[in-house]
DNA sequence: AGTTGTGATTCAGTTACTTCA
DNA sequence: TATGAAGTAACTGAATCACAA
């Protein structure tokens, strides 16, 4: 799957790779310069950590663990990342542990008496944390309107604990789907009904997709502010140049000022920078010095872990 | 081997309830 | 105290997959 921003008007070129990247191509040769922003998908780091984890579990969790891992890799967690190509390459975003990029927020990070319990390695196995139980009544109760099969009453509202959320929270960072066996253990621990940690998740993933969402898009924003102000900077550059009749490059001054600034660092094709396509650039030119780095003010924020759902992941277009 | 029905799961979108300013 | 906004638990319907017949 690869959600594509496109600006520009062709169509961005298709690609097979799950790798985040928001490219600017370079289409044909000096002329119909475009900026093609996409949204792609990246394979998280997480099967990794998961293998890992699995591999230490004892044996009599290793059957469940192999369903859930089963499940898991048919649900690979993959992240929505969206990469800035102005960017270095040290700068490369969408990581799942890369909350230091960007503006470092992190949708996952809970706040629980004031600490953050981000990062705090929990897992449904590991974890003796005994948690109040608020709304036994209340499940109850609706247990009861379920059994009796009530259908026009008013649904009952339940407002988790604190410390019922706070260890979804903790289960979700770890995966942010559930096996039936995983949903029961939870259930039982936090004294909910599965449906209820089943609807938990499901809500806990579509917020961290609006959040992506949110991030994403004011991540490209900025890029394409930063996009414009270049524009401007090499528009009056060339004009000066021009002025002073003095341009080396004769070809330069038939490049669009932003088609040569968004191609002029990297070629997203072949990653080479500006020489290999403009070889009379060089370091050896004295005039023209390259672009200024773009601000790291533009490595992307991530929010992670951020799943796409292996149905989304088999069709190619997004339906509904 | 291809088709069909069923159950399970996920999602997007929505509703309804709770909390808080 | 009333009220609107925000957050979120719960619901609905559609899409998809795996599996058995």
Redesign the pocket.
């Known amino acids: 799957m690869e959600l594509e921003l496109s600006l520009g008007d062709s169509p961005a070129p298709a690609k097979g790779n799950l790798t985040p990247v928001l490219t600017p191509t370079h289409a044909g040769k000096g002329e119909d310069h475009e900026l093609v922003l996409e949204l792609g998908v990246g394979t998280s780091k997480r099967i990794e950590q998961d293998n890992q984890k699995t591999s230490t579990q004892p044996e009599d969790v290793q059957d469940q663990e192999e369903d859930d891992e089963a499940c898991f890799r048919?649900?690979s967690p993959v992240e929505l990342s969206l990469g800035c190509p102005l960017l270095p390459a040290s700068a490369e975003i969408g990581s799942v542990n890369s909350e230091e990029c960007g503006r470092g927020f992190h949708v996952n990070t809970v706040l629980v008496d004031g600490d953050a319990v981000q990062g705090r390695s929990l897992s449904t196995s590991s974890l003796p944390m005994e948690v109040p139980v608020r709304q036994a009544a209340d499940e109850e109760a609706?247990e009861d309107e379920e059994n009796s099969g009530v259908?026009g009453g008013?649904?009952?509202?339940?407002?988790?604990s604190k410390e019922q959320?706070a260890f979804l929270e903790d289960s979700f960072k770890e995966h942010n789907?559930?096996s039936?066996k995983q949903k029961s253990d939870l259930a039982k621990r936090l004294n909910l009904r599965p449906?209820?940690v089943?609807?938990?998740?499901?809500?806990?993933?579509?917020?961290t997709?609006l959040k992506q969402t949110e991030v994403d898009c004011e991540y490209l924003k900025r890029f394409c502010e930063n996009l414009a102000q270049e524009n401007r900077r090499l528009h009056r550059e060339v004009a000066e140049l021009r002025a002073l009749g003095t341009t080396p490059y004769p070809f330069y001054g038939h490049l669009p000022a932003a088609g040569f600034s968004s191609t002029a660092r990297v070629c997203s094709s072949c990653d080479n920078k500006v020489a290999a396509h403009y070889p009379a650039i060089t370091s050896t030119s004295p005039v023209v010095a390259p672009p200024s780095p773009v601000p790291t003010l533009f490595a992307r924020p991530h929010f992670g872990p951020f799943?796409v759902?292996?149905?989304?992941r088999?069709?190619p277009s997004a339906?509904?």
């Open positions: 048919s649900k609706a259908g008013a649904r009952k509202k339940l407002r988790l959320s789907t559930l039936p449906r209820q089943e609807v938990w998740f499901q809500n806990r993933r579509a917020r997709k799943t759902h292996p149905v989304l088999r069709q339906t509904s």
